[in-house]
């Protein structure tokens, strides 16, 4: 067998060339994934600076790392007003370059701040200063802020302003009191006075009021003084001269009158008191008949005693004098006693032949004229003494009603049922007609001629006890 023998072949050209593409390719491949896997580990961000933006990639999403790489870039370090503003949840920075802002409303100033490149507008809500849209704003409220920046504020207000009784309403932007009196046209004059400084910031409902002396003549308390004082109501008017008023004195003008120039006032002082007195209450009289007394006797059979009440008066004086006193109540401290006397009804008349003994005139039948002009006939007349007497609700011996015009009479003389006609002899005294219709002791003893029957116990006192005529009708 023959040996074999290795053949050894030189490296071609071509062969370096392909194992030269080979490591060129590796190494491009390890630099690509480097550069990914670096970006892979970097963020954009963008810092905006008024109208520059600096943008740049980096690992750090921290605001001062964010601040710091811009300002390597080039930014301008931020000041004491600056602020640096993430933009929500981004990488993306806002600067703003703040500047002084003085505002100045109704005299007083105070300084905020404000940010270039924003609005006045935007400035004022801002920092919470709020103006309604007819406000004055200057400079307007649509100018960019590039610097420090003073706005003035006049506010749109509606002023009342009153003088002598007469208000006046203005609307006004901004400006002083004195600016409001002369759109009003009002000129004060050197006693003139106002409730606010000349000088003095209007402000929205601001109530502006005048007051001017006028003279008036007072009369109180004896005295006649005149006085300046401010225009007004007549109490306030007094109350600044120094005069007192109560609340009863009284006054020829009334208390909420306006002031006119020269105006007269008459106060009278009025004292209203109440006063206690003690007064004696007199006590009643009562009469009762008695047939145990003779007729004209009388006896006191309870003796009267006067009373006592305290009363509260409300006295009103006017300067001094007594005008009225009215009863603020009455108390009865000691009721009165009533009195009653007896009077007596007894007296012996013997009667006979239907007449009395003593009685004059009595006879035959003739006429006479009544009360009421009327020429009337009788059959008989008697005289005689007559009582009174009086049961109301009651009933006669004979069942009738006891009422006027029923007269109790002894039946054994006057019958029961005789009509009669009763008066006194000379016409003074007039029961008129009435019917025998009861009777009693006295009359059956033969004491009385006739007992007149009345309704109430005062009409018989009309009678009493006297003679009287009694003119037989039928």
């Not at 302003?161 to 009003?184: H, I």
């Not at 009174?388 to 009603?401: E, R």
């Amino acid at each position: 067998m023959k040996p074999m023998h290795c053949k050894h072949k030189s490296k071609t050209p071509r062969y370096w060339l392909v194992r030269m593409a080979a490591v060129c390719t590796l190494l491009f491949l390890f630099s690509v994934f480097s550069v990914v896997s670096v970006m892979a580990n970097t963020v954009s961000a963008t810092v905006l600076d008024g109208g520059i933006s600096y943008t740049f990639n980096m690992k750090s999403t921290d605001l001062e790392s964010i601040l710091h790489q811009a300002r390597q870039q080039g930014l301008a370090p931020l000041g004491p007003l600056d602020v640096a503003e993430r933009v929500e949840n981004t990488t993306t920075v806002n600067i703003r370059r703040g500047v002084k802002l003085r505002v100045s409303e109704a005299g007083q100033a105070h300084e905020f701040v404000a940010y270039k490149g924003d609005t006045v507008r935007k400035a004022l809500a801002e920092n919470n200063i709020l103006v309604k849209e007819e406000d004055l704003v200057t400079p307007g409220r649509d100018m960019v802020i590039t610097t420090d920046l003073a706005v003035e504020i006049k506010r749109a207000c509606e002023i009342t302003v009153t003088m002598e009784g007469k208000t006046q309403t203005l609307s006004m932007t901004g400006g002083t009191v004195a600016d409001a009196l002369e759109q009003a046209g009002i000129k004060l004059r050197d006693k003139d006075a106002c409730n606010y400084g000349l000088e003095e910031p209007l402000f929205d409902k601001m109530n502006l009021r005048i007051s001017r002396l006028v003279k008036i003549t007072v009369t109180a308390d004896g005295n006649t003084k005149e006085y300046e004082v401010p225009f007004q109501r007549v109490q306030a008017a007094l109350r600044s001269a120094g005069i007192r008023l109560e609340e009863e004195d009284r006054l020829n003008v009334k208390r909420t009158d306006m002031l006119q120039e020269g105006m007269k006032i008459v106060i009278e002082r009025v004292r209203v008191e109440e006063e206690n007195l003690v007064e004696e209450l007199d006590f009643t009289t009562r009469y009762e008949y008695s047939d145990t007394l003779f007729a004209g006797e009388e006896e006191i059979k309870t003796p009267g005693e006067k009373g006592q009440k305290e009363t509260v008066y409300k006295v009103t004086y006017v300067e001094g004098v007594e005008e009225s006193r009215e009863v603020v109540s009455e108390t009865v401290t000691k009721e009165p006693v009533e009195e009653i006397i007896l009077t007596g009804t007894r007296q012996q008349v013997n009667l006979s032949g239907g007449t009395s003994a003593g009685s004059t005139g009595a006879g035959d039948a003739g006429t006479f004229v009544d009360s009421m002009g009327n020429t009337v006939s009788y059959s008989n007349r008697m005289v005689g003494e007559c009582t009174a007497y009086s049961i109301p609700g009651g009933t006669t011996s004979i069942g009738m009603k006891a009422e006027y015009g029923v007269i109790a009479v002894n039946p054994s003389v006057i019958p029961y049922g005789t009509r009669m006609y009763v008066t006194s002899a000379d016409g003074s005294v007039v029961y008129g007609y009435g019917v025998a219709a009861d009777t009693g002791g006295a009359l059956l003893d033969g004491t009385v001629l006739a007992d007149l029957c009345y309704n109430t116990l005062e009409e018989c006192s009309y009678i009493g006890r006297r003679d009287m005529v009694i003119y037989i009708l039928d």
